[in-house]
């Protein structure tokens, strides 16, 4: 079974701290992804990775910055949190294309709080 | 306007109904379409993926899309009170990267 754990479930935060989200998987895979997901607002792609190094901004990439220096640890960074940051922050993984099997996995989720 | 379209719901219904759930989309370039549950506290989980059009069944669970109407649908059969959770869609073209674009959810409820 695919596994992408994140570092915690819950997180409070005050404005202007430095908060590192980070998540790990165990099934090798190329590709990771990070998203927030907001009512009615869905999903909504940050960041993504498709190596080592690797980044590519996703959608709402203002504010957040991430390091790959490992290809199972993908870690999201709030420079500065604010209040607008406060969501519910999940992280995926996927392989490389590969027909109809690269489907992304995702972690449990970490619900990320800033007063 | 949104590229994904979704009733956020809450859908309800009886144990045991057949349930619909549905999203549009304006991109017509979108190819792969995939729908996730989404239990509370959890992380979203593949149900479904679909390439282009026609209908996947697999189980209580039938995908199907209309990419002439820009139209996907799940369909739930004999549905179970531990199928209540939100239900996303998402699709991605062909060198989308996999960069998916998620419908907001619908939530459905089956009362026993």
């Known amino acids: 079974d695919v596994k992408v754990t994140q570092s915690s479930r819950y997180l409070v935060k005050r404005t202007g701290e430095k908060v590192f989200l980070e998540c790990v998987q165990d099934m090798d895979h190329e590709n990771m992804f990070w998203y927030r997901q907001d009512p009615g607002l869905g999903l909504r792609l940050i960041y993504f990775?498709?190596?080592?190094?690797?980044?590519e901004k996703g959608d709402i990439p203002e504010g957040y910055s991430v390091s790959r220096e490992k290809k199972e640890r993908f870690s999201l960074i709030l420079e500065s949190a604010s209040t607008n940051q406060t969501s519910m922050y999940l992280c995926?993984?996927?392989?490389?294309?590969?027909?109809?099997?690269?489907?992304?996995?995702f972690g449990p989720g970490t619900r990320l709080t800033v007063l | 306007q949104k590229e994904v379209e979704q009733d956020p719901g809450p859908l309800s219904v009886p144990e045991g109904a057949i349930v619909s759930l549905n999203c549009t989309y304006s991109n017509s370039a979108f190819q792969y379409f995939m729908w996730y549950r989404q239990y509370s506290r959890k992380g979203p989980e593949l149900l479904m993926y679909t390439y282009s059009s026609g209908n996947k069944e697999d189980g209580r669970f039938t995908a199907q899309v209309d990419k002439s109407s820009k139209y996907i649908s799940l369909f739930i059969r004999d549905s179970q009170p531990s199928d209540s959770a939100t239900y996303l869609c998402?699709?991605?073209?062909?060198?989308?990267?996999?960069?998916?674009?998620f419908g907001t959810g619908t939530r459905l409820l089956v009362s026993p």
């Open positions: 995926a993984s996927s392989l490389e294309l590969a027909g109809d099997t690269d489907t992304q996995y």
């Open positions: 998402a699709m991605t073209t062909i060198e989308g990267f996999q960069k998916l674009v």
């Open positions: 990775s498709y190596d080592v190094k690797m980044k």
